[in-house]
């Protein structure tokens, strides 16, 4: 499947590739297709690719290039995105402690959507969730793949601060959050996995493009995680995608 390119000026020193306007799969596939062959084409003057839902961020030294440059070979790489291929990815294993003070919005979700909160954790672990990018804050990841029996609103109040690894929902994504920060996003619990983590090689645990599912655990067995992730010695179960 192909997908019309436009490229639009971000400043001086960047542009923007969007390919669509929808959160779709194919779409963030050509995304991430795109970034692979802009990055293993290594043009001069590259200086970073930021992959989204549907665009491509690229940031380049004006020394070294130009935006007109840089984007005729965007649009041959465009051109031959069939062909360009994604880099495989990784299925992530996260456990989650659900409800309680860790999930303090799980019972709302619950009640609005009609389902027992058992339910509610039920349908979260069976999801196959896409990461579709990173963004707002260090890791923050945005997965795609909520089952549509659990999309809500946001929330009307949002907070001025919610735990690092809280395991939210809003609309019609789920997220995992690095890192404490003011959210409107349904809290429903939290995983010990520090998905941002500078004391790791590669401190962004997910990558767009990856999947997450989620592995209900109870409370003892967050607080015995908790401990590891403290130290800097947990690491989820994860397994590469096909």
Do not use: K
């Not at 984007?71 to 995105?81: H, Y």
């Not at 019972?107 to 058992?118: L, N, Q």
């Not at 349904?186 to 999947?211: E, K, N």
């Amino acid at each position: 499947m192909t997908f019309p390119l436009t490229l639009l000026p971000a400043g001086d020193t960047a542009l923007v590739a969007e390919l669509g306007d929808a959160i779709d799969p194919a779409l963030n596939d050509a995304v991430q297709a795109l970034d692979a062959a802009l990055v293993g084409a290594n043009p001069a003057g590259l200086i970073e690719t930021v992959p989204t839902y549907r665009s491509l961020l690229v940031h380049f030294d004006p020394c070294l290039t130009d935006a007109d440059t840089l984007g005729a070979l965007i649009r041959a790489l465009a051109a031959g995105l069939d062909q360009a291929g994604t880099q495989a990815g990784r299925r992530w294993f996260l456990p989650v402690c659900f409800g309680g003070d860790l999930g303090e919005d799980l019972g709302f979700v619950a009640g609005r959507t009609g389902r027992s909160e058992a339910e509610v954790i039920g349908l979260h672990c069976a999801a196959d969730y896409r990461v579709y990018m990173l963004g707002f804050s260090p890791g923050f990841a945005y997965l795609g793949g909520l089952p549509a029996e659990l999309h809500l609103p946001r929330r009307d109040n949002p907070r001025l601060s919610t735990p690092a690894g809280s395991i939210m929902q809003g609309g019609a994504q789920a997220c995992v959050s690095p890192m404490a920060m003011p959210s409107g996003w349904h809290i429903l619990g939290q995983t010990p996995v520090m998905t941002f983590d500078l004391r790791r090689d590669q401190p962004f645990l997910l990558a767009p493009g990856d999947r997450v599912r989620f592995m209900a655990i109870d409370r003892d067995r967050f607080a015995a995680l908790a401990t590891l992730a403290a130290a800097g010695d947990l690491m989820p179960d994860s397994e590469a995608l096909a």
